[in-house]
Every structure is written in structure tokens, then in C-alpha cells.
């Protein structure tokens, strides 16, 4: 019985060790893709920003709290030239303060506003940048945060419709 016993020890432990192994290889992979969206547009920096921020104010409860032009804060700074890169800055105050009046919830602050980043690549492709907030629901599904998550990707997801964008987990 005991011959049998060791065999069986040590390919657990490999399955094991090769689990943790492949595991982090996965997430490694499909980290960025899952944390973070890129939508490449049609439309120049410029009409991209404008299309954002009127929509971003056009829904209600909604507002543009500033638009940073990062290029220029970067070379203000001393940093090299980066191109073009513009960040949004926005909020709603109802969800921000339904978050924020439990103590056990003011940590979400560290991810208010919330930001949409517009940016050129260097082959002149228009991007958007955002963070997953789908993701974000779904990590927090079990918790009060995940549900004023969700108000906060089905608003999102309203201002990027010009684009047909949809957050999904990948």
C-alpha cells in the first residue's frame, strides 16, 4: 500500500506545481485584454474628445470634470514628447456618494474619477483607452460595490455607444 502511496504524492505535486505554473501563464496573457480596453475609432483626437465629453454630459447625472492634455503636461514637466494623449476626467455624483458614504467602501475612491484616455498610436490610429469597470463589477459581484459598478458600465457603455462598444470580460 505504501508504494503506491509516494507515486501518487508526487504527481499530485507536479499537478499542483504545473497548476499554479500554467495558471499564471494564462493570466499574465489575458491580464492587459481583461483589465483594460482599446477601441480604435474613425474619428480624429479632436471630434473623438468632443464626441465623449458631450455624450459624457449629456447623460443624466453625468458631467466632464476636465480633460488633461497629458502631451503637454509630460513636456511641461520635463518628460519627452509622447504625442497626442488626452485624458477625461468624469463622474456622477449620485453613484460616487452611494459608493463613498460606507466607510468599507471609501477605498473605491482611489478609482474616482473615473477616466476614458483618447490617444494617437504612432502609425495615427485614434484609440480609446479605458479601464475594464466590467471587471471590476464582476471581481466585486458579492459586495454592494459590484452593483453600483454595474450602474456605472451600463453609463459608460451609453457614452461609448457611437462606437457599438460593449464591455465584455475579454
Not at 466585486?140 to 453609463?155: D, L, N, P
Given at each position: 500500500?505504501k508504494?503506491h502511496?509516494?507515486p501518487?504524492?508526487?504527481?499530485m505535486?507536479?499537478?499542483?506545481v504545473?497548476s499554479?505554473?500554467?495558471?499564471?501563464?494564462?493570466?499574465?496573457v489575458?491580464?492587459?485584454?481583461m483589465l483594460f480596453?482599446?477601441?480604435t475609432v474613425?474619428?480624429?483626437?479632436?471630434k473623438t474628445?468632443?464626441?465623449?465629453?458631450?455624450?459624457?454630459?449629456?447623460?443624466?447625472?453625468w458631467?466632464?470634470?476636465?480633460?488633461?492634455?497629458e502631451?503637454k503636461?509630460?513636456?511641461?514637466n520635463?518628460?519627452?514628447?509622447?504625442g497626442r494623449?488626452?485624458?477625461?476626467?468624469?463622474s456622477?455624483?449620485?453613484?460616487s456618494?452611494k459608493m463613498l458614504?460606507?466607510?468599507?467602501?471609501?477605498f473605491?475612491?482611489?478609482?474616482?474619477p473615473l477616466?476614458?484616455?483618447?490617444y494617437?498610436?504612432?502609425?495615427?490610429?485614434?484609440?480609446i483607452?479605458?479601464?475594464?469597470?466590467?471587471?471590476?463589477?464582476?471581481l466585486?459581484?458579492?459586495?454592494?460595490?459590484?452593483?453600483?459598478?454595474?450602474?456605472?458600465?451600463?453609463?459608460v457603455e451609453?457614452?461609448?455607444?457611437f462606437?457599438?462598444?460593449?464591455?465584455?470580460?475579454?
Open positions: 500500500m508504494k502511496i509516494i501518487l504524492f508526487i504527481g505535486s507536479i499537478g499542483v504545473l499554479f505554473f500554467l495558471v499564471g501563464l494564462v493570466l499574465e489575458a491580464a492587459p485584454s480596453k482599446e477601441i474613425p474619428y480624429s483626437l479632436d474628445v468632443s464626441l465623449i465629453t458631450s455624450r459624457i454630459n449629456k447623460q443624466e447625472g458631467h466632464v470634470i476636465s480633460v488633461i492634455n502631451q503636461e509630460i513636456i511641461k520635463g518628460g519627452k514628447d509622447i494623449v488626452k485624458i477625461i476626467k468624469f456622477n455624483a449620485k453613484l456618494a458614504d460606507k466607510d468599507e467602501s471609501k473605491m475612491a482611489v478609482e474616482m477616466s476614458i484616455a483618447v494617437e498610436k504612432s502609425d495615427g490610429r485614434v484609440t483607452g479605458l479601464m475594464n469597470s466590467y471587471m471590476m463589477a464582476r466585486f459581484s458579492t459586495r454592494r460595490e459590484g452593483a453600483i459598478m454595474e450602474q456605472v458600465v451600463k453609463g451609453a457614452v461609448l455607444g462606437v457599438h462598444f460593449r464591455f465584455t470580460i475579454f
